[in-house]
């Protein structure tokens, strides 16, 4: 029903003056044209309030955001009365002003619904909306724009999945990789660069990389010093010595010594492998021999041996696949480079070791010859040198020499004798226990034990 000229023009008064006050922040106008049983639905996500409070209250904590940065544009009213109800339909454009510059928003549409009380026309009713973005024009929803967009969404999460999928593979890397530098660290003695070989293998194998033997090997002047795990990677097997024209007699390992590429590959067919291995066996010296090495026939069923090799500042790091792989996966020969600068830290660590182990053996073998020749020059009979020579007894046990027992022969030329003088190891003490017989100065020692 249409409004006629009286009322419109005190509805729109009330209308207008509430709208200055949305529009410039003034909270008390604002709230003063709402009727107690005021509902209002915006067209932010959170506004819906069914009570006057709330409604008031979000516009105090929110109307600074456009009060004062807003103009209404291109805009219509329309009244309608039913019953006694006024019902206003506001349509505009929204502007805004950023920085220095107005940009339009959206077309708005405010309907709002007002009753007159005992204080004039108040608003019980308010709903602002704007266009749905995803229709087009003729459609009053837009299924094949939500369609595009959940497209979109399921293309981002599969790139995001494909992302977080990399950076955990590579926080796992790089944690192998920590673990590894921290045992480096932590070595005590420069026999523990054993163990890293071991734990190089562990960390490979739990990244789901495959390698059977895993290895280092120093390449020195004139050999190569090697150590392998076992065969169930579970300890060291082998730690031998090895002539440096094992590898010089064959042309890709020789080469590839002499380069910088940072990884090569030696595939071998059965023969070849089994050549390799008899080579090895027949030159190498070997300190530690792994029990569960493969066998000839092992050989030959799994149908050869492939080498994959890392250059490390000292030499390389390695590992062996079961027959003839002449195209392992791109990702293994990555993380085996890694693996390669990590055990870096830990060859450094070794060396700073020896160099230390070996200024500690010579200072504990001049403490020992020290104390020996502190008590020889203390005798003050004959007698005392057995004490001496039990005292040489006790260095040379100290130092980790093997020895059943050690002594000195005292030799009577007048009587063609020899006396040997060695400590009994239970008690330490010095006792006669061997003679000798000899016939002149330049003859040698023939000794006859007497008991």
């Not at 107005?102 to 602002?128: A, E, P, V």
């Amino acid at each position: 029903m249409k409004v006629n000229k009286n009322t419109e023009t005190e509805v729109l008064k009330v209308y207008n003056t509430w709208l200055h006050s949305y529009l410039n922040g003034d909270v008390a106008t604002y709230d003063k044209f709402l009727d107690d049983e005021y509902h209002f639905i915006g067209s932010a996500t959170k506004e819906e309030f069914l009570n006057r409070k709330d409604t008031t209250q979000f516009f105090a904590d929110t109307g600074d955001q456009f009060a004062g940065k807003t103009e209404l544009r291109n805009e219509t009213k329309t009244l309608e009365h039913f019953g006694e109800l006024i019902f206003i339909t506001h349509v505009f454009d929204g502007w805004f002003l950023h920085e220095k510059e107005w940009n339009f928003y959206s077309r708005f549409r405010f309907s709002s619904t007002l009753r007159k009380n005992k204080d004039g026309w108040r608003f019980i009713y308010q709903h602002f909306s704007m266009p749905d973005s995803k229709t087009e024009e003729g459609e009053t929803i837009g299924f094949e724009k939500i369609n595009e967009e959940n497209q979109q969404l399921r293309e981002a999460i599969q790139r995001r999945t494909v992302e977080l999928e990399s950076k955990n593979r590579e926080l796992e890397i790089e944690g192998a990789l920590q673990r590894i530098r921290a045992e480096a660290v932590a070595m005590k003695q420069s026999s523990d660069l054993l163990d890293i070989v071991v734990t190089m293998r562990t960390e490979f194998i739990k990244l789901g990389h495959e390698a059977h033997y895993f290895w280092h090997m120093m390449w020195l002047p004139e050999k190569y010093e090697k150590a392998m795990t076992s065969g169930d990677g579970t300890k060291i097997g082998f730690v031998m010595e090895l002539p440096r024209h094992i590898h010089g007699d064959i042309p890709m390992l020789a080469n590839w010594e002499k380069s910088d590429d940072a990884i090569v590959i030696y595939p071998m067919d059965t023969e070849a492998a089994l050549a390799y291995v008899d080579k090895m066996v027949t030159l190498g010296d070997f300190q530690n021999i792994d029990p569960q090495a493969p066998s000839e026939n092992d050989i030959r069923h799994i149908g050869g041996l492939t080498f994959i090799m890392a250059r490390t500042t000292h030499g390389e790091i390695g590992y062996s696949l079961p027959g003839v792989v002449k195209n392992p996966p791109e990702v293994d020969l990555e993380i085996l480079e890694k693996f390669a600068g990590a055990f870096d830290l830990a060859h450094r660590r070794f060396l700073d070791l020896k160099k230390a182990e070996k200024q500690t053996r010579e200072v504990a073998i001049e403490l020992g010859l020290e104390k020996v020749r502190s008590r020889s020059l203390a005798m003050h009979s004959s007698n005392e040198l057995r004490d001496a020579s039990a005292l040489l007894f006790i260095e040379i046990t100290k130092l980790g020499i093997e020895s059943i027992t050690s002594g000195y022969v005292l030799l009577d030329e007048d009587e063609k004798i020899g006396w040997n003088y060695m400590p009994d190891p239970s008690t330490e003490k010095i006792m006669p226990i061997a003679t000798g017989v000899f016939h002149d100065k330049t003859d040698n020692m023939k000794s006859i034990i007497k008991n």
